[in-house]
């Protein structure tokens, strides 16, 4: 977690030096997608990625990157025996090639209970060896514990992958897990590699693909080492919280709080968890730079977190420490916003129509002469802001009107017919 200054605290890179690693990735790497406890909505958030996309990574078009060749249960080709073969080669270390392993889903704990006990979640069947026998359902928790030691790294994306996430929640009976959870602490890959998590319920796709690029390049020897957080978060994506980047951060330092889904204002009161939740959404957004929980008025329910989603329940109920936050917020963000409004109030005015006196907008909302109120803050204010320097709004005062100003009254034309159409529909920067 980055510090208030964004300086990385205790994000750390425990990777092997690249010397060590000789794992030949010059040109294609395997990604083999496991599905477990999953929505698939992993999926479609991987799909949706465009920085890099899915189909650059396929086709190898990034620089450097080397070509992946995924193997997935909805976006490959292949069926049946077809598609699993390639994951019984990986499995028998015969593939002949470097691979990663996905996991999307949580880890059921069916390995708890015997194979004729049945499972929780399955891929593929015929059992495990070089050739398929029989039809007995292959469980996915054997998939992994088979392949995650030979990939050169293993990858969870999504919160149930990294986390455990709903089928991982109180109540439930599959035993759920993350994969961290589930291959253990002492895990690493081939290539020397902890598992390493994108979280996200559903993650930003393009966290996951610029993982991947990232430790390929990395792997390859012609990129740095990517700096990971101490749970094996990406850490330039997940060292600041949502709430530091928020589109409505400036609502909350202002002090003004939404009461109902669908206004603007700072979500928190309706159970935004932004401040104590580490997410890049706002920045990334959610497809393509686009959208996002707060860009589309969605207060943030700590999906990105390990201790989501019972930690984050009851939803869209206010944070107990959001009372204490808002509230002094709302106390001097009130007459910091004030004063701002006076500030911009000021700055909406060309120096002309001060000296005028008048504003020549036919606009309904513009307000006409200044206030005296208006006029004593700004006198103060501008003493301020000038102090040591020179104050151009005095300068301007002796600066003559220019004579053609207000030409068409000048030229005698004729207004009485115009109609302001808009006079309805427009708002002062106040109403808004
Ligand atoms: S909506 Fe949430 S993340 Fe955004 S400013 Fe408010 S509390 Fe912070
Ligand atoms: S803002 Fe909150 S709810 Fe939205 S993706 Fe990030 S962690 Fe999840």
Same mark, same amino acid.
């Not at 799909?47 to 976006?75: C, D, I, R, Y």
């Not at 792997?219 to 700096?227: C, I, Q, S």
């Given at each position: ?68 060749? =995924? ?11 077809? /598609?699993? #073969?390639?994951? %019984?080669? *990986? ?123 990232? =430790? ?11 700096? /990971?957080? #101490?749970?094996? %978060?990406? *850490? ?197």
């Amino acid at each position: 977690m980055a510090d208030k200054n964004g300086k990385h605290g205790n994000a750390s890179s425990i990777l092997p030096d690249r010397a060590t690693r000789g794992i030949g990735l010059e040109e294609l790497v395997h990604v083999f997608w496991v599905s477990g406890m999953s929505c698939d909505g992993c999926s479609i958030a991987f799909a949706g990625a465009s920085n890099p996309s899915m189909e650059q990574l396929q086709w190898g078009t990034v620089p450097g990157v080397p070509k992946m060749v =995924l193997h997935h249960p909805m976006f490959s080709e292949d069926a049946g025996d077809a /598609f699993i #073969e390639p994951y %019984r080669q *990986a499995a028998a270390g015969t593939l002949g090639a470097p691979y990663i392993v996905v996991l999307e889903g949580s880890v059921p704990d069916d390995e708890s209970f015997p194979t004729a006990d049945g499972f929780f979640s399955s891929m593929g069947a015929g059992g495990f060896g070089p050739t398929p026998g029989g039809d007995q359902p292959n469980r996915v928790t054997e998939w992994l514990y088979r392949l995650a030691p030979g990939a050169i790294a293993s990858m969870a994306i999504g919160t149930c992958a990294t986390w455990g996430g709903i089928p991982a929640a109180a109540g439930n009976i599959t035993g759920s897990m993350s994969l961290m959870d589930y291959l253990g602490k002492d895990y690493r890959s081939t290539a020397g590699v902890p598992v390493i998590n994108v979280p996200g319920c559903a993650p930003v796709g393009d966290n996951f693909s610029e993982t991947v690029i990232t =430790l390929l390049l990395w792997l390859r020897g012609v990129g740095y080492p990517p700096v /990971f957080d #101490e749970l094996g %978060r990406p *850490a330039w994506m997940f060292d600041q919280t949502v709430h530091r980047h928020c589109p409505k951060a400036g609502y909350y330092e202002e002090g003004v709080f939404a009461e109902e889904p669908g206004d603007n204002q700072c979500l928190v009161e309706i159970g935004c968890w932004g401040p104590v939740v580490q997410c890049n959404i706002v920045e990334r957004g959610a497809q393509n730079h686009m959208g996002g929980c707060m860009a589309a008025g969605g207060a943030c329910i700590g999906c990105t977190m390990p201790g989501f989603p019972d930690k984050y329940a009851p939803f869209y109920k206010a944070p107990p420490g959001s009372a204490i936050s808002g509230g002094i917020s709302k106390v001097y963000g009130g007459a910091i916003r004030r004063l701002r409004r006076m500030s911009m109030k000021t700055g909406n005015r060309e120096p002309m129509w001060d000296n005028a006196d008048e504003i020549p907008s036919p606009w309904a909302a513009a307000k006409g002469p200044r206030t005296n109120t208006d006029k004593f803050a700004a006198y103060f204010y501008k003493k301020l802001q000038y102090n040591g320097s020179t104050h151009h709004g005095n300068r301007y005062k002796k600066q003559p009107l220019p004579k053609s100003r207000d030409i068409l009254t000048q030229k005698g034309v004729d207004h009485s017919q115009s109609v302001d159409v808009l006079r309805e529909k427009v708002r002062s920067r106040e109403e808004i």
